[in-house]
T-cell receptor, first 115, second 116 residues
Framework: AQTVTQSQPEMSVQEAETVTLSCTYD???????LFWYKQPPSRQMILVIR??????QNATENRFSVNFQKAAKSFSLKISDSQLGDAAMYFC????????????FGQGTRLTINP | GAVVSQHPSRVICKSGTSVKIECRSL??????MFWYRQFPKQSLMLMAT?????????EQGVEKDKFLINHASLTLSTLTVTSAHPEDSSFYIC????????????FGSGTQLSVL
């Protein structure tokens, strides 16, 4: 079974600074998807970024980028120029390519932005 | 964009009663929907996969007789918590992929269940 591990329960960063959230995962499959989701206090799940495992290029979405290390099974999220609105729970998630499109989530990291 | 509507957003009930939560895809068909549960300050745990026209697939440790899932149409799945008890109090979230695509999942806004 696939597992996702986020070893940082909480992180904090100064506004406008850069922060990196860590995620590792375990799978025996060669192709899969990885995601970062944001859950603000409203608890609505918001997709931040998605990475296909067969793509070597790291995904980027504006201020958000990932460092995908397939061999190490590592998938970290970098948030540049942190903004107050970035404060939320962040979940790393794994999904198989084939079969049911269910997500396996990590434990989450609570990100605080200090003004 | 695609939207998944989930109702109610919050429900308070007495112990022993049943509660139904609806998850509806508003502008796309979803043969499959997923139900997650999230306890306070914890992650989302998959409870079951809802399949239109067939029985749901439950994750290990989830009581199928307690958490009844009905996926009666291509746009609607319901989760009924039967004989609810305080330990069932949690945040329940549904999600669905658009049929025929391998794109992202669309999430409902969640239901906070409080059992007194």
């Amino acid at each position: 079974a696939q597992t996702v591990t986020q070893s940082q329960p909480e992180m904090s960063v100064q506004e406008a600074e850069t922060v990196t959230l860590s995620c590792t995962y375990d799978t025996s499959e060669s192709d899969y998807y990885l995601f970062w989701y944001k859950q603000p206090p409203s608890r609505q799940m918001i997709l931040v970024i998605r990475q296909e495992a067969y793509k070597q290029q790291n995904a980027t979405e504006n201020r958000f980028s990932v460092n995908f290390q397939k061999a190490a099974k590592s998938f970290s999220l970098k948030i540049s120029d942190s903004q107050l609105g970035d404060a939320a729970m962040y979940f790393c998630a794994y999904r198989r390519i084939m079969g049911a499109q269910k997500l396996v989530f990590g434990q989450g990291t609570r990100l605080t932005i200090n003004p | 964009g695609a939207v998944v509507s989930q109702h109610p957003s919050r429900v308070i009930c007495k112990s022993g009663t049943s509660v139904k939560i609806e998850c509806r895809s508003l502008d796309f068909q979803a043969t499959t929907m997923f139900w997650y549960r999230q306890f306070p300050k914890q992650s989302l745990m998959l409870m079951a996969t809802s399949n239109e026209g067939s029985k749901a697939t439950y994750e290990q440790g989830v009581e199928k007789d307690k958490f009844l899932i009905n996926h009666a149409s291509l746009t609607l799945s319901t989760l009924t918590v039967t004989s609810a008890h305080p330990e069932d109090s949690s945040f329940y979230i549904c999600s669905a992929p658009r049929d025929g695509t391998n794109e992202k999942l669309f999430f409902g806004s969640g239901t906070q269940l409080s059992v007194l």
